[in-house]
């Protein structure tokens, strides 16, 4: 499974931005919604942490508290991609972002693939 994150990019504080993520899992025999989706971010200096994560189906999410009411996760199976929908950002969003997949999960935990990054910076 290879995923391509983007979407990333310099948004000043109260904005919104939209981050993407494009699985190609044609190699892997499987279909998009056979896997878990989860969004992650490293800021600098700090550990990679747990954002959001959405189930195969699209109708469970989770989110971490910091971001709650503020960002949301969904997903087009058809199109195999999954999105976090960022609003009302903050300085301390200022972040990569990645996108992982799983086929045993879709909140917080290891999972099997990872796409690249995109890098959100958010001014004050």
């Known amino acids: 499974v290879q995923l391509q994150a983007s979407g990333g990019g310099l948004v000043q504080a109260g904005g919104s931005l939209r981050l993407s993520c494009a699985a190609s899992?044609?190699?892997?025999?499987?279909?998009?919604?056979?896997?878990?989706m989860g969004w992650f971010r490293q800021a600098p200096g700090k550990e990679r942490e747990f954002v959001a994560g959405i189930s195969w189906s699209g109708n469970t999410r989770q989110y971490v508290d910091s971001v709650k009411g503020r960002f949301t996760v969904s997903r087009d199976n058809a199109k195999n991609t999954v999105y976090l929908q960022m609003n009302s950002l903050k300085p301390e969003d200022t972040a990569v972002y990645y996108c992982a997949a799983d086929r045993a999960r879709w909140g917080n935990g290891e999972y099997e693939y990872w796409g690249q990054g995109t890098l959100v910076t958010v001014s004050s």
């Open positions: 899992v044609r190699a892997s025999g499987r279909s998009f919604s056979m896997y878990g």
